[in-house]
């Protein structure tokens, strides 16, 4: 019997290219090849120049959670202040490293499904000295957007001393963000919107925030340490820590693809494919757990119908059977829907599938004995938007 694909539709990894496998697959090269060099250059080269960045881009083996620390350990010091802007689990993330960094850490919460708006931002702010601000672009517990380029403006204006740290993990290569609006440091790592498997971390980090890093002396963090990395990223035939040789090569892939489809199109993509895809869930009677105007083009919270009496564990294991990987909901959405990435590199026949599996769990559950509702709408959204991929 032929076993059920599966369809990778948690909130990251997200379905990795043919042609990114691939490069996973190659045979392996010593990093001081003077080929591997090339290309490791050209991957820095790209994202600097891609995301805007006057400073340098980083990339480094780990996960976005080392970001998170590579971000905060190099642009603060201890007993500073920051401001944690949170809408979510892993806006919340960011108040135990810092306070383990022993910094003092105020929090800025948006209940869950929304935003705190830029204004709120410069009212905590304005209260104290602060060193630097951190914003969880996309939420992943919540698929909630921050008002991201709202604060880099209010900084601009309001606060210009101040360090932005933006957590784009969830957001960064399916949702517009430059490091020129003033951020000065953005992150993510492979397995999200990049399309890559997961294993590197990427990091923007803009002049001033290098400034901040050399003035801070040395600091206790050795791996990853910008000026441990500085001289890699500048020459990668230098050596700090190994680099992971074959996910450079999947990133570089991963990059190409982002490169030819452009990253104004990629961005536009990624809001139409939401939408549509809302709408199709939203017809099975499911309900998007952020707020219209907060919606995250990248993943989403979908929580059960209203008295439908569905169990979550049951619901989900028969999501599973028919081949989608879904993601069980956190903190105040526990046990109440489950979230999908819908980013990266997907396209109409992973949507089509996605929703013709999330109607035969219902069906099974009797949610919808007559499937093909979701569906209806999704295959007339994609027709309508002339959506080609
Ligand atoms: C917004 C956000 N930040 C940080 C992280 C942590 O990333 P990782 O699990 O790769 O350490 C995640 C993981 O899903 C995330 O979604």
């Known amino acids: 019997m032929i076993k059920t694909p599966k369809l990778l539709m948690i909130p990251g990894p997200t379905p990795v290219a043919r042609s990114i496998l691939d490069q996973m697959a190659r045979e392996t090269v010593a990093f001081g090849d003077m080929d591997f060099i090339a290309d490791f250059k050209g991957l820095v080269a790209d994202l600097k120049s891609m995301w805007r960045c006057g400073g340098e881009a980083f990339v480094v083996a780990g996960t976005g959670t080392l970001a998170m620390e590579m971000a905060v350990a190099n642009l603060t010091q201890r007993g500073e202040n920051i401001l944690v802007c949170s809408h979510g689990f892993f806006g919340d993330r960011f108040i135990e490293m810092c306070t383990r960094k022993g910094l003092g850490v105020d929090v800025l919460r948006a209940s869950w499904g929304t935003a705190y708006t830029p204004e709120q931002v410069n009212a905590e702010l304005s209260k104290k000295k602060y060193a630097a601000v951190t914003v969880t672009h996309v939420d992943t517990s919540t698929g909630v957007l921050a008002p991201l380029k709202g604060v880099c403006d209010m900084l601009k204006t309001r606060h210009p001393d101040v360090l932005l740290i933006v957590d784009g993990v969830a957001a960064a290569g399916g949702v517009e963000a430059w490091s020129d609006w003033g951020i000065d440091a953005l992150f993510t790592c492979s397995q999200k919107a990049f399309g890559v498997a997961p294993g590197l971390a990427m990091l923007w980090a803009s002049a001033r925030a290098l400034e901040k890093r050399k003035s801070l002396g040395t600091i206790p963090e050795s791996y990853f340490d910008f000026e441990r990395w500085l001289p890699v990223m500048r020459d990668p035939s230098k050596y700090w820590g190994t680099p992971a040789v074959n996910m450079i090569w999947a990133l570089k892939e991963g990059l190409r693809i982002i490169k030819e489809e452009g990253l104004e199109e990629r961005y536009a993509r990624h809001i139409r494919q939401a939408k549509i895809f809302a709408a199709a869930m939203e017809a099975l009677g499911f309900k998007t757990a952020a707020a219209p105007e907060h919606r995250a083009p990248t993943l989403s919270v979908f929580l059960y119908p209203d008295g439908a009496g569905l169990d ?52 099974a559950c009797g949610l919808d004995p007559a499937p093909g509702r979701g569906l209806a709408v999704l295959q007339s959204g994609l027709m309508q938007s002339g959506l080609i991929v």
């Open 312 to 363: 979550d564990g049951t619901f989900r294991a028969k999501l599973a059977e028919e081949g989608l990987q879904s993601a069980g909901c956190l903190g105040d959405f526990a046990g109440k829907g489950f979230r999908l990435g819908h980013m990266g590199n997907i396209d109409k026949h992973v949507l089509v599938g996605t929703v013709a599996a999330v109607e035969r769990a219902c069906a």
